[in-house]
């Protein structure tokens, strides 16, 4: 589920949390074969149409569940999906 912000940690800052932007799906496609977009009904087609043209220039929060902070999509780096993909679990590591 891409578009849902998620952690096991209630404390996590939101950009620490798993999900996947639209602007990311093309990298994650190498690792599933199936995205499952959740919204209400009638956001659903929207959010579809959105991930499907793979960008999104608004806050993040808008199409992403429990992202609380309000950080807009286009301030992200274009190196963060590629980054996150790499991480090797190493995502709270403080050296």
């Known amino acids: ?9 209630a404390d996590t800052p939101s950009l620490l949390k798993f999900f996947i932007r639209p602007e990311d799906v093309a ?3 190498q ?3 199936v995205f499952e ?7 659903q087609a929207v ?8 960008y999104w220039s608004g806050p993040i929060k808008e199409i992403i569940p429990n ?10 780096g274009k190196a963060f999906g590629s980054v996150r ?4 679990k190493r995502c709270f590591y403080k050296p």
Do not use: A, E, W
């Open 47 to 54: 959010i579809y149409k959105i991930y499907k043209q793979g």
């Open 85 to 88: 993909t790499s991480c090797k």
């Open 31 to 33: 690792f599933v074969d």
């Open 1 to 9: 589920m891409p578009n849902i912000c998620q952690s096991s940690y």
């Open 37 to 43: 977009l959740i919204s209400d009904q009638p956001r």
């Open 27 to 29: 990298i994650y496609s």
């Open 67 to 76: 992202f609380k902070d309000n950080l807009d999509s286009r301030f992200i």
